[in-house]
């Protein structure tokens, strides 16, 4: 049997949409990269709390040192649908910021960094989960189906808190967790939500994708499809990030560990009186 992992994602149009986005002319008065910059330092604040010095740091994606300016022996790596050929137990910290939703072998690239962390190592990232752009998803399948009597996926699906927390385990990791933000951004017109996905990268790179634009007469009725369904009183349109936090360390001997099956000296019972 092919073990190897189904390719959902166009890995290299994704590279270029985002290196894309990076080289569109802003516009004042705001920042398109608003998302990354919030949960990067949320990431941030996260690190503070580590109560150990991190000498060596991998950054996957790139977009932590961007935004926090982090040079400490950090070291970065895209993602790819190759092994990143990691040195084994070289990294006291990995971190990524938004930027896993797009991996296609998620398991082998959380077992990689599981390797190339040092014992008691920290792997910390965040990614896009599955309600993000909920809003976005439906009303362009709506306008299209609507319109042409099909619908092609324009938004691309996102993972899952609970699988998640079971890919870290599945990876080896020690105490693992995963955790969730919601973000809720308003937009005064949903084209100008769709204009900073593409200023992020964040644009349709599935491999089974349409390879034909989306027709003027469906977009118009996708903003209207949002509107009616989502628009706020105030007449701005809401759309939802939600954001997935994964924590895991390579284990080590000094960790805590769960305590045998039988070894307690109260029952559950008791101890809720």
Not at 20 to 37: K, M
Request: charged share 20%; with cysteine; hydrophobic share 40%.
């Amino acid at each position: 049997m092919n073990d190897a992992p189904a390719l959902i994602f166009d890995t290299q149009l994704m590279l270029k949409n985002r290196a894309r986005g990076n080289n569109l002319p802003r516009q004042s008065g705001g920042n398109p990269d608003f998302l990354r910059v919030e949960i990067a330092d949320r990431l941030q604040d996260r690190i503070q709390d580590v109560n150990r010095p991190l000498e060596t740091i991998l950054d996957v994606g790139g977009d932590m040192l961007r935004f926090t300016g982090r040079r400490d022996s950090a070291d970065t790596v895209q993602i790819s649908d190759t092994p990143l050929n990691l040195h084994s137990g070289h990294y006291s910290l990995i971190i990524s910021n938004l930027v896993m939703h797009w991996v296609n072998d998620l398991p082998g690239l959380l077992i990689q960094l599981n390797q190339a962390l040092k014992p008691d190592g920290l792997l910390l990232a965040s990614m896009f989960g599955g309600e993000t752009l909920k809003e976005l998803r439906h009303a362009l399948l709506s306008a299209e189906a609507e319109i042409t009597g099909g619908a092609n996926a324009r938004v691309i699906p996102f993972a899952d808190v609970k699988a998640m927390g079971s890919l870290l385990q599945r990876a080896g990791y020690a105490l693992p967790v995963t955790d969730t933000d919601t973000l809720t951004v308003t937009y005064d017109h949903p084209l100008k939500l769709m204009q900073d996905l593409r200023f992020m990268g964040e644009t349709n790179a599935l491999l089974d994708r349409s390879k034909n634009f989306l027709r003027r007469d469906v977009i118009q009725r996708a903003c209207e499809i949002y509107q009616q369904d989502y628009g706020l009183d105030n007449g701005r349109i809401p759309a939802t990030f939600q954001i997935l936090y994964l924590t895991g360390w390579h284990p080590h001997e000094s960790q805590q560990k769960p305590m045998k099956p039988g070894s307690a000296t109260m029952r559950l019972a008791d101890a809720l009186k």
